[in-house]
């Protein structure tokens, strides 16, 4: 495949260094600021870092996203080529015809029990109505490799379809799996959908990208056909920012602390009922981000305080004053859960004590092994979570925070994106994957 005159004779500053001409890579990242979501960091932190190891990074993102549950506050990185496409408004069509339907069903004593629009006409998700494609055909001529960022994992199948279009090489980040997501809970005909999609998707790219080991595990198992084009890239901090020694801050209140978005089976119950339990008044719980019903009620009873959303940055300032951070994932039908939340490693990064509510899998085994000190629950059961809290309070009134030298090498940023780099590099010069058309 012949490289593009334009990245052949442009050299980055950062990418000079090592004497390698900088090449061109094309990301469709649906996350980007100024939305902010639990992929956007992933795709900041590549796109700004991607020119110090021989790529020049242009972002394609949506121009006014509209999902309806995404924040949109972060600032837009320098430096960054954008390019934004519209987005038409497929959460609002969905929504009235699941509204209309389910008025005239309650006429008949009927409720409802799924949202049959969104199942059939979301496929694979509502950002199907993103207008990447033709874009992206046009910039990815100027690219040596089209990078798709999942979630929504419809940019993936975009991507594909710019590879057959233009012949790039396509490097998929799924991070979380998509069909062998334990915590989804489709229907059987939507989970054959997704399931012929995502084959369709593995068999056209070069290289899929996973979030944790476990979870490329899972993939080089049901698609042994696929297994050199599987690696794993975990999703890392930002930076070491340790919190101040605990007896510095400690003003009499044990405050625990859990940053970002409930949703799903990733809710805040256990904990709010271990606490009702304690009925310790000393004992805080912080919601950094979007509120819950149960919060909200649980506020007049509890000591709940909930700050709303905030900038990334804030964010991580504002774990630095908790006594424990929380983490809470849902349970998963199988052994094992392989997700592995972003928020795991930003917590890690404090080296603060940390909560997790987790089943078996990648997640709690992360937390043990790097945590600088951990308090997994993996029953799932609201005693253990009440006496793990317990266990914190008594065992970390003075605590001085430490971060594992492992974890720093391991998760830092600019290790993981020289990782990135490194895949773009085999696809560009025609790894794994199967090939596209040629022709400029």
């Known amino acids: 495949m012949r490289q593009p005159e334009r990245a052949k004779n442009e050299c980055s500053a950062e990418g000079g260094r090592s004497g390698r001409c900088s090449r061109r890579v094309l990301m469709l990242c649906y996350y980007y600021p100024p939305i902010r979501s639990s992929g956007t960091t992933r795709s900041v932190e590549f796109a700004t870092r991607l020119p110090r190891h021989g790529w020049t990074p242009t972002v394609l993102t949506v121009l006014d996203g509209k999902e309806p ?33 389910c008025r005239v069903s309650r006429v008949f004593g009927v409720e409802p029990q799924r949202n ?37 994992f419809s940019s993936a199948i975009s991507a594909c379809l710019i590879k057959r279009a233009t012949g790039r090489p396509v490097v998929l980040d799924f991070r979380d799996p998509w069909s062998l997501n334990t915590h989804h809970r489709d229907t059987a005909l ?6 012929r999609l995502e084959q369709y998707a593995l068999k056209r790219c070069n290289f899929v990208i996973l979030n944790s080991e476990g979870a490329a595990h899972l993939y080089r198992e049901k698609y042994p056909w696929a297994r050199d084009k599987v690696t794993a890239i975990p999703n890392g901090y930002d930076a070491i920012d340790l919190a101040p020694p605990r007896d510095a801050r400690c003003d009499g209140k044990f405050t625990i602390m859990h940053v970002g978005q409930f949703y799903g089976s990733r809710q805040p119950d256990r904990i709010l009922d271990a606490l009702g339990e304690i009925g310790d008044p000393s004992i805080e719980f912080v919601q950094v981000g979007p509120s819950t019903a149960r919060l909200a009620t649980e506020a007049a009873r509890l000591p709940v305080r909930i700050i709303p959303s905030v900038p990334h940055a804030e964010a991580l300032s504002l774990m630095k004053s908790a006594s424990l951070l929380y983490l809470v994932q849902g349970r998963v039908d199988g052994p094992a859960d392989v997700a592995v939340a972003a928020k795991t490693y930003e917590y890690i990064a404090t080296g603060l004590p940390v909560l997790a509510d987790c089943p078996p899998g990648d997640n709690a085994d992360t937390i043990e092994r790097f945590a600088s000190k951990a308090f997994v629950v993996r029953s799932g059961r609201m005693e253990d979570v009440a006496a793990a809290i317990r266990e ?3 065992t970390t009134r003075s605590w001085a925070p430490t971060v594992n030298p492992e974890f720093v090498r391991r998760f830092d940023r600019e290790h993981l994106t020289e990782e990135l780099a490194s895949v773009l590099r085999r696809a560009a010069e025609g790894g794994a994957g199967a090939p596209g058309r040629t022709g400029r």
């Open 116 to 152: 049959y629009f969104w199942e059939m006409l979301c496929v694979p998700d509502a950002q199907i109505a993103w207008q990447t494609t033709i874009a992206g055909v046009r910039l990815a001529r100027d690219a040596d490799v089209v990078y798709a960022s999942c979630s929504p």
């Open 69 to 101: 549950w995404s924040s949109r506050e972060e600032t837009l990185p320098l430096g960054v080529e954008v390019r934004r496409t519209r987005e038409f408004d497929l959460h609002r069509v969905v929504s009235f015809f699941q509204g209309a339907t």
């Open 190 to 195: 939507r989970r054959r959908m997704i399931e």
């Open 392 to 394: 914190a309070r008594a």
